[in-house]
């Protein structure tokens, strides 16, 4: 069983597909996947913060497994540990959602597995996941890329990651208290990168792995992941720009990408065929 870990709201549901799609169309493999989804319904804080819905995710279910009848998708609603561990806490308005924060549960998520492959619903995988799934990670918290611009910030050295795609070792995590010293960090200290930050400032044991595995600006052959995140732009004049996947016309006109065009045009079709079929 392959283990993937998402977070976050409704508003997400077309990077879940599209990034979905990706795994399923790029990987060769027979094993099934589990889609965890973790979310919660926080519109207390900003209107638009709703849960996904069970409509959504039985949507997602019904595409996967007509990849594998064994994948599934999984919604787990983690509203009670939020308002537990981080509800007023410093970081609740962080740079960009509590979402964000969820990952840090999944020490206390019950049957959670051993090995899990977090990822942000901004990507999309070039090649097949198993070439990150299969890394060694045994001896250590988890595996992830350096950020690349946060790389260059000398105070955290080897340790600054992305903390968009994390393959953990959960076992190994609860052993050195990874995440209970991360969501210590988010209830008593403003970060300023939340819980990237968090995480950054408890890793005892972590696998640093290459920048294919998560590349953040640019788009190679043996690139793997590219992540669709912020990102720095010289002309016509310096801007930061956040174009996600779902934007097609944006990803063809401004990065000139087309490999992705069977996962994207799969998405359209998928979108519009459950938007007719859950019509208000």
Request: overall charge positive.
């Amino acid at each position: 069983m392959i283990n993937i870990l998402f977070c976050g709201n409704d508003k997400v549901f077309d990077g879940a597909l599209t990034t979905m799609l990706s795994i399923l169309k790029r990987t060769d493999t027979k094993e099934p996947f589990t889609f965890y989804i973790y979310t919660m319904d926080v519109s207390h804080i900003k209107p638009e913060y709703k849960a996904f819905t069970d409509q959504q995710i039985k949507f997602l279910d019904d595409v996967v497994k007509g990849y594998n009848p064994e994948n599934t998708v999984i919604k787990i609603d983690v509203r009670d540990l939020y308002d537990k561990e981080f509800a007023n806490s410093p970081n609740e308005q962080c740079y960009c959602s509590p979402y964000t924060l969820l990952r840090l549960f999944a020490d206390l998520v019950p049957n959670m597995p051993d090995k899990l492959l977090y990822l942000d619903i901004d990507l999309l995988f070039n090649r097949d996941v198993r070439l990150l799934w299969d890394q060694d990670v045994s001896k250590v918290e988890y595996a992830a890329s350096r950020d690349h611009y946060g790389k260059i910030i000398l105070f955290f050295r080897r340790k600054f990651i992305n903390a968009g795609v994390i393959l953990f070792n959960l076992a190994e995590c609860k052993k050195t208290g990874l995440l209970e010293k991360s969501r210590n960090f988010i209830k008593n200290k403003k970060l300023l990168f939340a819980d990237e930050s968090a995480i950054i400032l408890s890793t005892t044991k972590q696998k640093v792995l290459s920048q294919r595995f998560n590349d953040q600006k640019f788009l190679y052959k043996d690139t793997v992941i590219r992540h669709f995140s912020k990102r720095l732009f010289w002309l016509p004049y310096p801007h930061v720009a956040n174009i996600k996947q779902w934007k097609i016309t944006k990803v063809h006109k401004i990065f000139g990408y087309e490999n992705f065009d069977d996962i994207l045009y799969d998405y359209v079709y998928l979108k519009g065929k459950f938007e007719a079929e859950n019509q208000q």
